[in-house]
């Protein structure tokens, strides 16, 4: 159980960073008025 819960958070984090990249790229204004 221990295994498949960190290569699901793995999994996870890896998409969210994905995202953020694509959507930073994507959209710079956005971005900098979110954060």
Do not use: D
Not at 2 to 7: A, D, I, K, S, T
Not at 20 to 30: E, G, I
């Amino acid at each position: 159980m221990v295994g498949y819960w960190l290569v699901t958070v793995a999994i996870i984090g890896k998409t969210n960073v994905g995202k953020t990249t694509f959507f930073n790229a994507a959209t710079p204004p956005l971005s900098e008025i979110s954060s």
